[in-house]
C-alpha cells in the first residue's frame, strides 16, 4: 500500500501566478483533507473533500478550490498567489478513525 | 473546537520516559483526545487516542482524568528518533472531522 501520496514534491511560483497541487488517498480512503502548514505552525485545515463534494471548509478565502475525483484523488487549487501562500500543503485520507497525511507540497511564492 | 494548551518544547535523554500534559479545560462530552506526531518536511502521523482513563498502544500510553480536562502522552524509553514535534487535539473521534493542531511540543532527545 502506497499510502497516501502528493504531487509535486516541491514548486516555487511567482505572486498572481495559479498552482494545483494533488493528492492520491491510501487505498480504500474515500475522504480528503487539505491542510495548510506555515513555518513553525501547526498544520490549519482547508477543506475536507468527500463523494466529490466539498464537505467541510475552514477559513480560507475563495482563491483555495479543490476538487475530488470518482478515483477519490483530490487536487487542491490556489489563485493570484500571494507571498503569504508559501507554505507545506498536505494532504490527508481518512475511513474510520485515523487521517493519515501524505509528505505534502512545499510551496513557494516569490 | 475546544482548545488546547501543551508546553512548547522538551528536552529528555535516550532512554527516559518523557510525558506530555495537554490541558483542554472545554473538552465537549463527545471529544476524543487524539495525538500526533510529526517530523520536519513530513506530514503528521497519527500516535494514539482516548476517550478517558487509559490506553495503551505499541509506541505509546494516554492517560486520561476522570474529569478529562488534561491528558497526558507518556512515551517510553525514548530514542534519538522520537525528536519531533507532538500535537495534542481534541474531536470527536471520526476519520471526518477537522483536525484543529495548535503549535504542539517540539521534544528534543540528546543521547
Known amino acids: 500500500d502506497a499510502g497516501v501520496t502528493q504531487s509535486p514534491t516541491h514548486l516555487i511560483k511567482t505572486r498572481g501566478q495559479q498552482v494545483t497541487l494533488r493528492c492520491s488517498p491510501k487505498s480504500g480512503h474515500d475522504t480528503v483533507s487539505w491542510y495548510q502548514q506555515a513555518l513553525g505552525q501547526g498544520p490549519q485545515f482547508i477543506f475536507q473533500y468527500y463523494e466529490e463534494e466539498e464537505r467541510q471548509r475552514g477559513n480560507f478565502p475563495d482563491r483555495f478550490s479543490g476538487h475530488q475525483f470518482p478515483n477519490y484523488s483530490s487536487e487542491l487549487n490556489v489563485n493570484a498567489l500571494l507571498l503569504g501562500d508559501s507554505a507545506l500543503y498536505l494532504c490527508?485520507?481518512?475511513?474510520?478513525?485515523?487521517?493519515?497525511f501524505g509528505p505534502g507540497t512545499r510551496l513557494t511564492v516569490t | 473546537l475546544a482548545k488546547t494548551t501543551q508546553p512548547i518544547s522538551m528536552d529528555s535523554y535516550e532512554g527516559q520516559e518523557v510525558n506530555i500534559t495537554c490541558s483542554h479545560n472545554?473538552?465537549?462530552?463527545?471529544?476524543?483526545i487524539t495525538w500526533y506526531q510529526q517530523f520536519p518536511s513530513q506530514g503528521p502521523r497519527f500516535i494514539i487516542q482516548g476517550y478517558k482513563t487509559k490506553v495503551t498502544n505499541e509506541v505509546a500510553s494516554l492517560f486520561i482524568p476522570a474529569d478529562r480536562k488534561s491528558s497526558t502522552l507518556s512515551l517510553p524509553r525514548v530514542s534519538l528518533s522520537d525528536t519531533a514535534v507532538y500535537y495534542c487535539l481534541v474531536g470527536d473521534g471520526g476519520g471526518f472531522q477537522k483536525l484543529v493542531f495548535g503549535t504542539g511540543t517540539r521534544l528534543l532527545v540528546s543521547p
Open positions: 490527508a485520507s481518512s475511513l474510520e478513525v485515523e487521517q493519515y
Open positions: 472545554n473538552i465537549a462530552t463527545n471529544d476524543y
